[in-house]
């Protein structure tokens, strides 16, 4: 399988705490992207990072990418109960697109 | 407008049943696709349409019938389903190319019973 794989599969965390999540991925990328869902909802966008990128920043955000290792990070800093919702990479894009199995973060308020 | 709408929000049909999920953009993309999500899963996907032309079939069942009427129209006919066919199916919408993000609609909760 091309899935990439996410850890932790869930992460529970106090407000203003934060948060890191991992993906891995198994076969070579163009650019990988990071969504956010929450509960039975569609899907957003949260930052795009391209192969050829180390870190990226939005906000709060903050994305790595080591293409050596074949792994991507997302971190949240000082999170917020309203970033409870569940986390999922995306290696490629458009007609390639193959999300991770995500990460469910849980933040306490 | 970066609202990617789809009607129903949820649809409970019998396997014998015909019905339709519809999609609806007015970004100006030119990809729409298809998804499919069980519960605690990522979503897969289903189909892809470039410039109204399917490009992408992953291998669905033919119960599964998507049709692109226009430029900012998706539909995705049912037929026949089972009950493994449940799930939350989500429409979106991008500029054709893999470095352009994807735009989600809510989604359509699907059961068959």
């Known amino acids: 399988s091309q899935q990439g794989e996410e850890d932790p599969q869930a992460l529970s965390i106090q407000e203003g705490e934060n948060a890191t999540m991992n993906c891995s991925y198994k076969t070579s990328i163009n650019n990988l992207q990071w969504y956010r869902q929450n509960s039975g909802r569609g899907l957003v966008h949260l930052i795009l990072?391209?192969?050829?990128?180390r870190e990226k920043h939005s906000g709060r955000l903050r994305v790595t990418l080591d293409t050596s290792k074949k792994s991507s990070s997302l971190l949240i800093t000082a999170s917020r109960a309203a970033d409870t919702a569940s986390y999922f990479c995306?290696?490629?894009?458009?007609?390639?697109?193959?999300f991770g199995a995500g990460t469910r973060l849980f933040v306490k308020a | 407008d970066t609202e990617v709408t789809q009607t129903p929000k949820h649809l409970v049909m019998g396997m014998t049943n015909k019905k339709s999920l519809k999609c609806e953009q007015h970004m100006g993309h030119r990809a729409m696709y298809w998804y499919k999500q069980k519960a605690k899963k990522p979503p897969e996907l289903m189909f892809v349409y470039s410039y109204e032309k399917l490009s992408i079939n992953e291998s669905v069942p033919s119960r599964f019938s998507p049709e692109c009427p226009n430029s900012s129209l998706l539909n995705l006919h049912l037929h026949a389903l089972q009950p493994e066919d449940s799930a939350l199916y989500l429409c979106?919408?991008?500029?054709?190319?893999?470095?352009?993000?994807?735009?989600f609609g809510p989604g359509t909760r699907l059961t068959v019973t």
């Open positions: 995306a290696k490629d894009g458009g007609f390639k697109t193959i």
């Open positions: 979106a919408s991008s500029q054709p190319l893999s470095s352009y993000e994807q735009y």
């Open positions: 990072i391209r192969s050829n990128e």
